[in-house]
Nanobody, 122 residues
């Protein structure tokens, strides 16, 4: 059974930085796209970033482009999200997801980790 565990969240001031990690127990992890999504209270899930197998290509939502960087370390089955120049609107529960496309936003498609909370506040 695939499992994902996110970590690294916390409270950070606007303009600050944070690095999220996702430990993945996924067979053949290196073969899959990996994504980060987020969900703020009373809002639907929002796609944030995706990285391809091998890590040569990355894709970002316009809202985070130029501020966030997704990366992966296949030797450790880990995917990261480096967040810089964070804004209050970045506050959300962040999840990593196996795959890409709209289905990563579907709650009915496993696996889902517990998420890690990011709060941007002065």
């Amino acid at each position: 059974e695939d499992q994902l565990v996110e970590s690294g969240g916390g409270t950070v001031q606007p303009g600050g930085s944070l690095r999220l990690s996702c430990a993945a127990s996924i067979f053949s992890f290196s073969s899959f796209h990996m994504s980060w999504i987020r969900q703020a209270p009373a809002k639907g899930p929002e796609w944030v970033a995706t990285i391809n197998p091998g890590g040569e290509r990355t894709y970002y939502a316009d809202s985070v482009k130029g501020r966030f960087t997704i990366s992966r370390e296949d030797s450790n089955n880990t995917v990261y999200l480096q967040m810089t120049n964070v804004k209050p609107e970045d506050s959300a529960l962040y999840y990593c997801r196996k795959g890409t496309g709209g289905y990563v936003l579907n709650r009915e498609i496993p696996p889902w980790g517990p998420g890690t909370q990011v709060t941007v506040s002065s």
